[in-house]
């Protein structure tokens, strides 16, 4: 039984919801993209069809209301009087929608309280009815209201609409990267909203390793849309997690500096706290050393107070400790810092590193004749303290970190397991830690000849 046959038996069976299910199957092996002449037809026996089954049931409609009028006729001829019909207030089917726009807005108000399925359904429900011309005009009309308005659409809302519209048809010409923009700002105000909380933590879950709770996502919602004085932005920051979260979940939202600020958000607040999630930002530098600075205040109070409760520590030593206490950690960060900037300069490739080649080659053979040359001083002067030794292990083992790390990152297999052997040897012997050093440097050099000679 050819498609046309099987509509038009089932208008003559007068069910127009089985004819329109039946439609809607064919749909599926009859696209408009695949063979439009057949879709064509097919839409025109479905026409005819449904014009067949709605004349039909108007003709029993019809022909009940005779057999009623004859009852009625009858009853008076023998003298009694019909029961009068009770008084219903009867509504007909609403007219249909004949502007696109109107069309647009109705699914979009839609697509805000119902998921994803029904939407699909509905969009479905809605085609059997719509010609192709029109449907097409909703189409272009739903695009245009997205891109305008960004109404909240979650991910799975927006897929649905594209398929329902072929927006993804490469005959339709559309940037896909614009598209995709668009679907992302409208999940933007969709993850915004306070119903999506816990659909806006699982995004940040999924950018960072901490846990969040739907009380600390509103805190974070509402320092980025609320307009708030730079002083307490910069006292805030000073808060190691706050100076986290805060990039964290632009990044769930998929916000990045150069693109719009999502709707709802303040941009003097978004700018200020997206810098955050640069790691080669200065802010990173500027609030580091506050943090420190306070840290180290902290610490050098609590020993001026404990040396100014203790008669034994005269002033020179209790200066000192205090001293100590004070800038120890701001030095520890500085030097962590800068051995950080030494091991990123040392791993960067030709292309992106600074200062001449030659100085990056011959850092690692000066660092470790220096080294050397320090412990055969120590040994030969007979400084044999505890915390020489300790610096002493201490630079062989960085050197041999930024050894095996210019190794590894510029090998053929940068992503492999790192080995702990030489950084083991480092600290228990520190001799072999500097030969094992050597041996790195010297396996890269080889391997960078070899390269340059191809």
């Not at 089932?10 to 993209?33: F, I, M, T, V």
């Not at 009087?81 to 207030?89: G, K, L």
């Not at 896909?176 to 700002?185: I, K």
């Not at 986290?244 to 941009?267: F, H, I, K, Q, S």
């Amino acid at each position: 039984m050819s498609a046309g046959e099987e509509l038009l038996e089932l208008a003559g069976q007068g069910d127009e919801r089985a004819l329109k299910r039946a439609y809607a199957r064919l749909l599926r092996s009859n696209r408009p993209d695949d063979d439009a002449d057949a879709f064509q037809d097919l839409h025109a026996c479905y026409q005819h069809a449904l014009a067949l089954c709605r004349s039909a049931t108007d003709e029993r409609h019809d022909a009940s209301d005779a057999s009623d009028a004859s009852d009625a006729f009858d009853a008076r001829q023998a003298g009694v009087e019909p029961p009068a019909a009770p008084r219903v207030a009867v509504t007909g089917p609403a007219a249909p929608v004949l502007e696109p726009h109107v069309a647009a807005l109705e699914l979009v108000q839609y697509a805000a309280v119902a998921d994803a399925s029904a939407l699909a359904v509905l969009l479905q429900d809605r085609a059997l009815g719509w010609s192709l011309r029109f449907r097409n005009d909703v189409g272009w009309a739903l695009l245009d209201h997205l891109q305008r308005e960004h109404p909240p659409l979650s991910e799975a809302h927006f897929n649905v609409v594209m398929q329902a519209f072929d927006w993804d048809d490469i005959a339709l010409d559309l940037d896909p990267l614009w598209l995709a923009a668009v679907g992302r700002r409208c999940r933007q105000a969709w993850l915004l909203l306070p119903t999506s909380r816990g659909a806006l933590r699982v995004a940040y879950e999924r950018c960072s390793d901490r846990y969040l709770s739907t009380q600390e996502v509103d805190e974070v919602v509402a320092r980025l849309g609320e307009q708030r004085p730079h002083w307490r932005n910069r006292l805030e920051a000073i808060v190691t997690t706050r100076a986290r979260d805060t990039p964290y979940l632009l990044a769930a939202l998929e916000y990045w500096p150069a693109e719009e600020v999502p709707a709802g958000l303040d941009p003097v607040q978004v700018g200020f706290w997206a810098r955050f999630g640069e790691p080669s930002h200065r802010v990173h530098l500027r609030y580091g050393a506050v943090r420190c600075a306070i840290i180290g205040l902290f610490m050098g109070l609590i020993t001026a107070w404990g040396v100014h409760a203790s008669p034994a520590v005269d002033a020179y030593r209790g200066g000192m400790m205090i001293a100590v206490a004070t800038l120890l950690l701001p030095a520890s960060w500085l030097l962590l810092l800068g051995y950080r900037a030494l091991l990123r300069w040392q791993y960067a490739h030709e292309s992106d590193a600074r200062g001449p080649a030659w100085l990056r080659w011959a850092f690692l053979p000066t660092a470790a004749a220096a080294v050397g040359t320090a412990m055969w001083a120590q040994r030969a002067l007979g400084m044999d303290g505890l915390l020489l030794i300790s610096l002493d292990r201490a630079w062989v083992f960085g050197l041999a970190l930024i050894a095996m790390t210019r190794a590894r990152t510029r090998g053929a297999d940068p992503h492999r397991e790192a080995n702990a052997l030489p950084l083991v040897l480092g600290v228990i012997w520190p001799v072999a830690g500097i030969a094992l050093s050597l041996v790195y440097w010297s396996m890269d050099l080889r391997r960078n000849f070899s390269a340059s000679r191809r």
